[in-house]
């Protein structure tokens, strides 16, 4: 079935450095999320994407569409404490639809 | 943006009960809610999907008798964690889409931590 990787699983970082994640699958997506979820709470969009190739910014975070539509990859920089949380790619399982499926996440802790 | 709430947001319940976990969206129509499932360190899994007048649609392995969806309204859609165990402890999210402008994207309600006792 349709899954989505997220590496790293997760991670530890300095406050003010810049962070990476991706997201990986075997199938085709037309459309890629970037959700962020703190503890307690439901995910918050961060980012949309909706083209192959396309770089969509939002403040501090930009994320991108593979050109090969099974990828995509959210950089943060200058991070900061708020950053912490649990960040998870999603992608529509029928296209066209909100029904998503959710990668495994990749959660994030900044030392202060 | 649209808001989305869900009540309660926790909820401890005896093993044999029922709880019911509603989603509201506050200020749109929601034509279409999905209910998703969070275990603990896990990622969100999706339950059913769930259209303003007909029966919800369930993915493989969700039961439908367990976990009744009901969406009466344009604006509220209801899970009913039936004789509830304690496997049934989780965190459950609901989200919404509507139509025109509030059709871009999905919005996801706070969530509900079920606990089961």
């Known amino acids: 079935g349709q899954q989505l990787n997220q590496s790293p699983q997760s991670m530890f970082i300095q406050e003010g450095e810049d962070v990476s994640m991706n997201c990986t699958s075997s199938?085709?997506?037309?459309?890629w999320l970037w959700y962020k979820q703190d503890p307690g709470e439901g995910p918050v969009l961060l980012i949309a994407?909706?083209?192959?190739?396309e770089l969509t910014s939002n403040g501090r975070l930009t994320a991108q569409f593979g050109i090969t539509r099974k990828d995509s990859f959210l950089n943060i920089s200058a991070s900061i404490p708020s950053d912490v949380g649990i960040y998870f790619c999603?992608?529509?399982?029928?296209?066209?639809?909100?029904?998503?499926?959710f990668g495994t996440g990749t959660r994030l802790k900044v030392l202060a | 943006g649209a808001v989305v709430s869900q009540h309660p947001s926790r909820v401890i319940c005896k093993s044999g009960t029922s709880v019911k976990i509603e989603c509201r969206s506050l200020?749109?129509?929601?034509?279409?809610m999905f209910w998703y499932r969070q275990f603990p360190k896990q990622s969100l899994m999706l339950m059913a999907t769930?259209?303003?007048?007909?029966?919800?649609?369930?993915e493989q392995g969700v039961e439908k008798d367990k976990f009744l969806i009901n969406h009466a309204s344009l604006t509220l859609s209801t899970l009913t964690v039936t004789s509830a165990h304690p496997e049934d402890s989780s965190f459950y999210i609901c989200?919404?889409?509507?139509?025109?402008?509030?059709?871009?994207?999905?919005?996801f309600g706070q969530g509900t931590r079920l606990t089961v006792v």
């Open positions: 199938s085709i997506f037309n459309t």
């Open positions: 999603a992608a529509p399982s029928v296209s066209g639809t909100y029904k998503y499926i």
């Open positions: 769930s259209n303003e007048g007909s029966k919800a649609t369930y």
């Open positions: 994407l909706y083209k192959a190739g």
């Open positions: 200020d749109f129509q929601a034509t279409t």
């Open positions: 989200s919404a889409s509507g139509t025109g402008r509030m059709g871009t994207e999905a919005f």
